[in-house]
């Protein structure tokens, strides 16, 4: 059952296409990733699926329900967290918690519980009287969060809900949203990949407004390398030992990295279809090369992601990619 | 009609909780205590006709002072965002922005009532010619306000929405002065614009329900405005 279907959608601002023609779902309590550079179009297409944006061509569909056509029905199902939480800086959290419950449509009694409930939930109780402008970032961001939870929305949209945050708030934000996973679906977008990886189910990865990548985290790592990287480090000569690794079999090739003190290093790649450790062991044993660390090195996130979105893929990232926009 | 009510509560609280309105209804309350203490001393009339003629020239400058923020801080903050991915209308947030700020004026307006109470106290003022002066003041309030919501919705920053607010009642405050130059039919055509010509007769103790459809008319147009430029706006 896909609860989120988005089909050939596109976005432009005047001649500037910011969103190209994209097409993926969602199913029912799944958590997936959104993942792009800064200015690949993220938080444009979650203003398409919130009903904040219209597309200029192209469905949404929510619960099977046309965002274009009944924009209230879907606000209803979806809870949505815009990036950088905007709060209104002269409300009290409590006030602010209140009217967000009212926009949602709940009675008086339904309000007291999903404002208690939330402010236990992301802690709330030091701030709830005092004004969301003197608040801190990451108390903001929970305020936003808190806001977002009100009327128990199906359907969570979260953008870049961590960015701004200092690793404690993380850690915390990340096993909410993890805990709130299962009887919800919830879309993230974030450029933290490791948390992608951590909270993820599937990844969507898109750039300049096209979709690049739509896999899970170790399927994509495999779908792209083809390979599985070994870090090995050797005492001995490391001619001789590059010799010995390469004639194992399911070795295709044996990059040298460093050699002190008579310490060789090398990164092994392999054939993902066969474990050579064992292999690895004896030979070095039959060599009377003792082994000081073997350890298998799978393609993160980050190198996946860095290959995807660079233009050409031979080149360098450069650190224009890392700048905010 | 209970999200309107949140809305103009949210807004109404969200005054009092900035200096801003307390300056504008001290300001306003100051001058216009000026206006009427120089106005009985002088010609000692008990009246506050003369009062109230001269303080809808600083509801001019109040009102989209008051509105300014309504709108165009939603959108330069980013609140809009959250605000209007809940299950709201636009015209629901627009009719409750206005009334939160009407209700502010309202507030401003009900302590105007201490100056036919002085005079009461003194005097023998005509309680009819008086509040009927007030209900004309409210309503004109009430349309300069709505004028204010609608150029808070046109930009993203406060301050522009406060000039063009300012600009746009200033020319409804005198585009008499056209008909006067041009003689008629141009006179009457626009003498039915004006903003003071319906205020006239308030202030002279008639209420007439042609000058109350004027100033209804005049709100719910601005606001319908209003609601046209937000949903027709490619926010960014």
């Known amino acids: 059952m896909q609860t989120i279907e988005v089909r050939d959608v596109t976005k432009k601002y005047g001649d500037q296409v910011a969103v190209d023609h994209l097409t993926f779902n969602v199913s029912k309590g799944e958590i997936l990733g959104f993942l792009g550079p800064n200015g690949a179009g993220k938080t444009t297409t979650m203003r398409i699926i919130t009903g904040f944006l219209p597309p200029t061509s192209g469905t949404v569909h929510v619960d099977g329900i046309d965002v274009l056509e009944e924009p209230l029905e879907v606000k209803e199902r979806v809870g949505y967290l815009p990036q950088d939480a905007p709060v209104y800086p002269e409300m009290t959290v409590k006030h602010y918690l209140h009217f967000m419950a009212e926009m949602k449509g709940l009675n008086a009694g339904q309000i007291a519980q999903n404002v208690d409930r939330a402010v236990q939930q992301l802690e709330l109780q030091p701030v709830y009287n005092r004004l969301c402008g003197n608040c801190s970032l990451g108390y903001r961001h929970r305020i936003g969060l808190a806001a977002t939870l009100l009327g128990d929305p199906p359907i969570l949209i979260l953008d870049e809900p961590t960015s701004g945050l200092d690793p404690h708030q993380r850690i915390e934000i990340r096993e909410l949203i993890r805990g709130l996973a299962g009887e919800r679906t919830v879309i993230l977008s974030s450029h933290v990949l490791p948390e992608v990886q951590q909270t993820c189910e599937r990844v969507v990865i898109i750039n300049d407004g096209r979709l690049v990548a739509e896999d899970t985290p170790s399927g994509l790592a495999a779908q792209l390398t083809g390979y599985t990287e070994l870090k090995l480090s050797v005492i001995g000569a490391e001619d001789v030992i590059s010799e010995v690794l390469s004639a194992i079999p399911g070795v295709q090739e044996v990059v040298p990295e460093s050699r002190e003190d008579g310490t060789a290093t090398f990164a092994v790649h392999m054939s993902p279809q066969r474990d050579i450790r064992a292999d690895v062991f004896n030979k070095m044993v039959e060599n009377d090369s003792p082994i000081v660390e073997m350890t298998p090195q799978g393609a993160s996130l980050e190198d996946i992601f860095i290959q995807l979105t660079t233009e050409d893929p031979a080149q360098e990232p450069t650190e224009e990619e890392d700048s905010d926009e | ?236």
């Open chain 2, 1 to 236: 009609m209970n999200k309107v009510w949140s809305v103009a509560k949210k807004e109404f609280t969200s005054y009092l909780y900035t200096p801003m309105a307390y300056a504008l209804m001290a300001g306003f309350l100051i001058i216009s205590g000026y206006f009427f203490s120089v106005s009985v001393l002088s010609s000692r009339y008990a009246s506050i006709s003369t009062m109230l003629g001269n303080a809808g020239m600083i509801m001019v400058f109040v009102a989209p002072i008051l509105t300014m923020r309504l709108l165009a801080d939603e959108a330069g903050t980013g609140t809009a965002e959250t605000l209007f991915t809940t299950p709201v209308t636009t015209g629901q947030v627009v009719a409750g922005k206005f009334f939160g700020a009407f209700g502010l004026v309202t507030l401003m307006i009900l302590l105007m009532m201490i100056y036919p109470l002085v005079l009461d106290h003194f005097g023998n003022p005509d309680w009819g010619v008086a509040l009927s002066g007030l209900l004309g003041f409210w309503l004109m309030a009430g349309a300069f306000l709505a004028a204010g919501v609608f150029t808070s919705s046109l930009t993203d920053s406060q301050l522009v929405a406060g000039v063009s607010g300012v600009a746009l009642l200033l020319l409804l405050w005198v585009i008499d002065w056209a008909g006067g130059a041009l003689g008629e039919p141009v006179q009457s055509i626009v003498s039915h614009f004006s903003v003071t010509e319906h205020f006239m007769d308030f202030n002279r103790g008639i209420i007439d329900t042609q000058h109350i459809v004027f100033y209804a008319t005049m709100v719910v147009g601005f606001l319908f405005l209003t609601t046209r430029v937000l949903d027709s706006r490619q926010w960014r």
